[in-house]
């Protein structure tokens, strides 16, 4: 508990104690008194007013601790689903940039990977037509059996499960993910252009992975 909440329990016990001693003073007034039975049923009176109040207070503040030891449990339980489920995206992340260096030619010379026409279909390279290497990955990347086709197959794979994993990932109280996530996020996101000019990307993990749909 903080200092300034202790204060303000101590404040308002104070004050109850002194409106139980004021009303009294105000029905009998101050004289002094030596019978001792007027000193017991005064402190009958006190504690009779006082003890059910500061009863409840206690009561309640072993309610309010018992709710904040569930949050504390509730929330040690999300970390940790929070924790595993980071490293599963970060796995996944691994599993991407690999594939994404997988190679697919050469042009000019230069090797050329996965990872350019992600580069190229950000540009949108298929649309624009002026991209021979690119037009020739989207033939290649539907040849079944070839590498090239393969590797696609298991990107598009694992976008869709890095997809289902950020959805468990919970979220802030305020909404959204947090700036890991979103990095994650981000990150993934610069693939969906190239898959949705390869298609079979699911709509869902698309949507996903739309900034606009994803921050609404």
Not at 58 to 72: E, H, I, N, P, R
Not at 118 to 135: C, F, I, P
Request: aromatic content about 10%; charged content about 20%; proline content about 4%.
């Amino acid at each position: 508990m903080s200092p300034r909440f202790l204060l303000i329990v101590a404040c308002v016990a104070l004050s109850f104690m002194a409106a139980v001693v004021a009303v009294y003073l105000d029905m009998y007034g101050v004289s002094r008194v030596y019978d001792q039975a007027m000193w017991g049923a005064f402190g009958d009176y006190f504690g009779g007013i006082l003890n059910p109040i500061f009863a409840l207070f206690a009561f309640l503040g072993v309610l309010w601790s018992l709710d904040v030891q569930m949050k504390q449990v509730r929330q040690l339980a999300l970390d940790k689903k929070a924790d595993e489920i980071l490293q599963v995206v970060k796995d996944i992340d691994a599993r991407l940039s690999e594939l994404l260096q997988t190679h697919i030619g050469q042009t000019s010379g230069f090797d050329i990977h996965i990872l350019h026409m992600v580069a190229e279909a950000g540009r949108g390279a298929k649309q624009k037509g002026d991209s021979n290497s690119y037009n020739q990955f989207l033939q290649i990347s539907t040849d079944p059996g070839s590498l090239v086709e393969a590797a696609v197959r298991e990107i598009r794979h694992q976008v869709s499960t890095m997809c289902e994993f950020l959805r468990r990932y919970p979220q802030q109280q305020g909404g959204g993910y947090t700036p890991i996530i979103e990095y994650y996020a981000s990150k993934t996101s610069r693939l969906i252009p190239m898959l949705n000019d390869l298609g079979g990307l699911p709509d869902a993990t698309r949507a996903f992975f739309d900034p606009k749909k994803r921050s609404a």
